[in-house]
């Protein structure tokens, strides 16, 4: 009843304010990272007004053709709220929370999210996941075809699996993982939306003179040695694990604010350019940095040879790699890996991350993509290789 009324309500309020956004995005596929204390406002419990507004700044941004991905927390918060219970720090217990908290955080956002007509994917993903090349081939198909099909991820970390043991057997935090997702569908732009305003020059909880860092350029020792006393005592996701992920999102070419969640309208101001909170712009190009990173972090492990009818397509048009214009495969390699596309003389085409095994090719070379199912007795798709997950050379 009561998400049914806030339902109505924004779908009222997103009537009456149509148009209204004109300045032009600068930023178009986004992903948004909302942390418990933006949340709850700062409570015990979900803060519906707040979720509201979000999703009303996400309705608006789509309206104006931007991709959006949120990552969420909140599951912990939620589900010891529900629970009516008090904190306590050991794993399993807190696992437990975010298993009961997930559903009502997603009950949540849903009610919001279809006030506006738009289609939200619950999206659990841990890291180690992504760290194995299938599992981040599948999660970036995954997003990638939500966000083409124009329905909105909402990420959350796989938090009853996810137990991150290297770092002292806390759950892994939002922040970085964030950040992968980022890398993972090349976003532009990503928003840390926390209850602090961005970096300052001290930690602003206990001293209140110090100043916000607008731009940060290098992400140095002493850039840490301000995150690290910012961490204290707040959060899974203190200040520390927010410059790690805006160095691993900077690195991957995305841009990155750590802002406040708490601004008016602060993701639709970011997303049209507004500088909110720190800045940590791109390090790399971003293109540049896929290339590299499907260059040199990882090794070619077979050839793919394609006809000259394949060759000119995808050198001219970047088009995907389809079996029907495949001639033979060289070299044996798995689902997920990375291969080379030569053409006749062995000339390197591209590189990229391939859809189907050396074995399944060879089985499905040359033959029309509507027939793979009948082939192989299964199909990942008609691209052998997808332009998506491919670098021209
Ligand atoms: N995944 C946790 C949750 O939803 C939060 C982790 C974090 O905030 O970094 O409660």
């Known amino acids: 009843m009561f998400l049914a009324a806030i339902a109505g309500t924004i779908r009222d309020e997103a009537m009456s304010s149509k148009n209204e956004d004109q300045t032009p995005l600068k930023y178009k596929r986004i992903v948004a990272k909302i942390g418990t204390n933006v949340l709850t406002a700062g409570s015990d419990r979900l803060n519906m007004d707040l979720m509201a507004d979000l999703a ?97 991820p909402i990420v959350n970390e796989n938090d009853v699996v996810a137990v991150d043991e290297i ?86 070419g995305t841009d990155v604010f750590i802002a406040s969640g708490r601004e008016a309208d602060a993701l639709k101001r970011l997303a049209h350019g507004e500088g909110l909170g720190t800045h940590f712009p791109a390090g790399v190009d971003r293109m540049e940095s896929r290339k590299r990173w499907m260059l040199a972090a990882l090794s070619v492990k077979g050839d793919i040879v394609v006809d000259d009818g394949a060759a000119r397509v995808l050198r001219e048009k970047e088009a995907s790699l389809l079996p029907a214009g495949i001639q033979k495969v060289e070299g044996e390699f798995a689902r997920g890996e990375t291969v080379a596309i030569v053409d006749g003389d062995g000339n390197r085409i591209a590189c990229g991350i391939t859809n189907y095994s050396s074995e399944e090719i060879q089985r499905i070379r040359g033959i029309h993509s509507d027939k793979i199912e009948d082939v192989l007795g299964h199909h990942y798709g008609s691209e052998v290789l997808h332009r998506n997950n491919m670098v021209l050379l």
């Open 167 to 252: 770092e002292g057997a806390k759950i892994g935090d939002n922040d970085n993982l964030s950040a992968f997702v980022a890398n993972l569908v090349d976003a532009d732009l990503l928003a840390i939306l926390t209850d602090t305003g961005g970096l300052f020059s001290a930690d602003p909880h206990v001293h209140p003179a110090a100043e916000l860092i607008p731009r940060v350029d290098t992400i140095d020792e002493q850039v840490e040695a301000l995150a690290g006393e910012a961490k204290v005592g707040h959060g899974v996701g203190g200040m520390a694990t927010k410059i790690q992920a805006a160095r691993l999102a900077t690195g991957g």
């Open 56 to 152: 009303a700044q996400v309705a608006a941004l789509r309206k104006q053709g931007a991709e959006l991905i949120v990552v969420t927390s909140g599951a912990i918060a939620t589900g010891r709220h529900r629970l009516g219970m008090k904190e306590r720090k050991d794993i399993p217990f807190r696992q437990v929370l975010a298993a009961v908290g997930q559903s009502d955080l997603m009950q949540a956002y849903q009610g919001i999210f279809a006030g506006h007509d738009i289609t939200i994917a619950q999206t659990l993903l841990t890291r180690r996941d992504l760290a194995d090349r299938v599992g981040y081939l599948n999660a970036r198909n995954t997003l990638l075809a939500m966000l083409e099909l124009g329905v909105v």
